[in-house]
């Protein structure tokens, strides 16, 4: 078992061969996975804009985006510069502490989380021992931000899209989490390296998903549910609230929503990849690749290989559940409040329960299997 | 021992008239409860024409271009009903041909609005998808109306007598092509939508309507047969030539959204089979004015008759309404569509009074609405069809 390249070690190493001193070449390594993090997470939820305009025209026997770059691939930028350029304008009564924070709240707890995705042993931010557990508390943190924007803004669309949001996303956290806590248990470990590690050894088949079909489908659903996505998109369902909570804002302000929202839902298939679908593990082992390639696993250029290796896998196991999620939005009509509630307490939760439990016995059962 | 209550005042929102799914310029006063639906209260009147009035200083001919504008998605159907009305007061005869064109030209209409019914109803309930599709079709129906008329949405097509001109050469065939596509694009439809448990969920047992309450409220169309009532007034006026064609009247007796969107769908089909059987029998063939035909077969030709003309006398411009009063009506898809008209032996018309159907089955919206959920008024409005032009007129 290899664990890949240390990106942290190499570069202080580097720097100190420079004739940096040790404290200052750590200081200069500190903001590198943030701002790293930041850029890539921006662009992959960029991407997804730019992929839900592709798939929802090719659904709807349309074209899309094609006169911004090559098939419209520059269409985010120029809405980004858009919207950017707009004039930020505050409705004359609205509470303007509220109104102004509540996109900040909305991204900045989705962007936090991201720092638990691992894309490899050593390319994930911080491998916290609580790992998994960090995301399901900070995601509680944006319906707080939804909640201000829609009180906020003196607006009654808005008002009741916020409070949508507040009373779905509680629900479906409790699922979530439960989904969550059934994969930790097989794993006996919270942190999203070592979920990745148990799902190692038996390429496909090793990956969770087989011994999680039911907490898979739960916690896909809750997820959808979480980032607001067709059929549960309530909170800004169009043709009821208008735009809800988002029913007052443009400019940056809607940009930071708008970003925040597909963040999430990257961020939201990101996990599952990590969760049920083997993370960076690839059908081709890095062992296998060394072995062609007549190289040493510590090879550096095996190492790197594996690295890229794990992030394109990881990314293209994300993207995949992505599609998914935009062609569920664009087939699906949306489910109404009191039907999404009881989905969520009457049915995933007892279900997702049920899971648990189920999960608990196996692993008694057959621990060489379940994560003994 | 005193209780400890907490109590919320209900909230008065304003829907529309710009809100997305108001469909056009309604607007709705709605008293919410939390999600919640106490109380709704239509205002109407943002699209007033005074189409009324405007009929009372016009000719039939000038104020033919006005009425497309009355109900904008079923256009054959309002042009029938502003000639039909003076031609039943002053008992002109329509050319067999001609009433099978006109027969032709409102089954397309019909299909066109019950098309536009179907995919906003599906955005009303969050699938956006329908939309596309249902366009795509819409699209031929109006290439069809285009090729016929020269126009796509205001035709301007129907005359006192008949129509104004007669089909172009090949427009038979292209017809029938898109009879062919289109039936089996409904199957499509159903297989998208109609399954979907969502959307089951969605429109099944909403806005239920009683078979008493939808004859009390004076519902019609779609509406009506929805709630179990068997009435068509195809079948029950025997107008233009429906008796010639072998169809069925569509009805469900659930009287929910459901139901509605049943019976709209069945409709499409029985449309395009009326259409197909009207093609076939089309008194003089499919050729343009039965001119080659006429020609070739000397002055004597049987294809001079009366039957094959596609009007029967040029109306004048200057065509008086008789003295006397009439209602007439037709099935529109929307439901009945009425004029009752006053002759006063004048080219005007003294009195041009509209039963539009979307205005007397929108009454029913706040009945149906109440004690439901903010998200099934969308529900319910979209499957009552209302179209805020003939509402306002």
Known sequence: MTTGIDLQQSFVQWLEGVGVTPGLAHALWLPLPMVSVLTFATLWALVATWLERKVSAAVQQRIGPEYAGPLGMLIPIADVVKLLVKENVRPAKADGWLFSLGPVVVVMAVLLAYVIVPFGHNIVITDLGVGIFLWIAISSIAPIGLLMAGYGSNNKYSLLGGLRAAAQSISYEVPLALAVLAVAMMSNSLSTIDIVDQQTGYGILGWNVWRQPVGFVIFWIAALAECERLPFDLPEAEEELVAGYQTEYGAVNFMLFYAGSYLNLVLSCLLVAVLYLGGWESPVSVDALAGWLNLSLD????????????ITMTLIKAYFMLFLAILLRWTVPRVRIDQLL????????????ANLLMTAALKLTFPGVFGG | MTMIET?????????????PSMHGVLRLMVTLDGENVIDCEPVLGYLHRSMEKIAENRTVVQYLPYVTRWDYLATMFTEAITVNAPEKLADVPVPKRASYIRVIMLELSRIASHLLWLGPFLADVGAQTPFFYIF??????????????GMRM??????VGGVAADLPYGWVDKCEDFCNYFLPKVDEYERLITDNPIFRKRVQGVGTLSREDAINWGMSGPMLRASGVKWDLRKVDHYECYDDFDWEVQWATDGDCFARYVVRLGEMRQSAKIIQQALKGLPGGPYENLEAKRISSGPKSEWGGFDYQFISKKSSPTFKIPKGEHYVRVEAPKGELGVYILGDDSVFPWRWKIRPPGFIN??????????????????????????MGEVDR
Do not use: C
């Open chain 1, 342 to 353: 009881d989905l969520g307490w009457k049915f995933l939760l007892p279900v997702a329960l």
């Open chain 2, 7 to 19: 109590r919320t005042d209900p909230m008065v929102i304003n829907f529309g008239p710009h809100h």
């Open chain 1, 299 to 310: 090879n550096p250029l095996v190492q790197v290989i594996a690295g890229m290796l794990g």
């Open chain 2, 362 to 387: 929108l009454q029913v919206l706040p009945q149906l609405v109440r004690g439901m959920k903010v998200a099934d008024i969308m529900a319910i409005l979209g499957s009552i069809d209302i179209i």
């Open chain 2, 136 to 149: 795509r079709e819409r699209e031929m129906v109006y290439d069809l109306f285009e090729a016929a008329t």
């Open chain 2, 154 to 159: 205001m035709h301007n097509y129907f005359r």
